[in-house]
């Protein structure tokens, strides 16, 4: 009995989409820096705002990870699984069940 290929397809970005996505982020941070800048407020409020803006960049990078994590393992466990049941299928003798 031939096993079937059960290789997960590696899903690749393309080189375009991987240039948009850093674009639109620098884009992104660098527009709402700009405007932080030019906010007729204080410094310190200026200061606040930044802040602000450099935690959620961190707290989004943080997040993105976790939830590739997360599918990751998700995908592994499947695999595991999916392994096990073959191998239960691949023990069982059709003729010693009749």
């Known amino acids: 009995m031939s096993r079937p290929n ?4 590696q899903q690749t970005h393309s080189g375009a989409w991987v240039i948009q996505t850093w674009l639109s982020f620098a884009l992104a ?16 409020q200026k200061a ?19 939830v590739r994590d997360q599918h990751e393992q998700e995908r592994l466990t499947a695999r595991i699984d999916e392994a096990r049941v073959t191998k239960l299928l691949a023990e069982v003798d059709p003729v010693s069940l009749k």
């Open 6 to 9: 059960t290789t997960p397809v």
């Open 29 to 44: 941070v660098g527009v709402m820096a700009v405007g932080i800048y030019h906010l007729p407020i204080d410094g310190w």
């Open 48 to 66: 606040f705002l930044g802040m602000g803006l450099l935690f959620t960049i961190g707290s989004t990078f943080s997040l993105s990870k976790t």
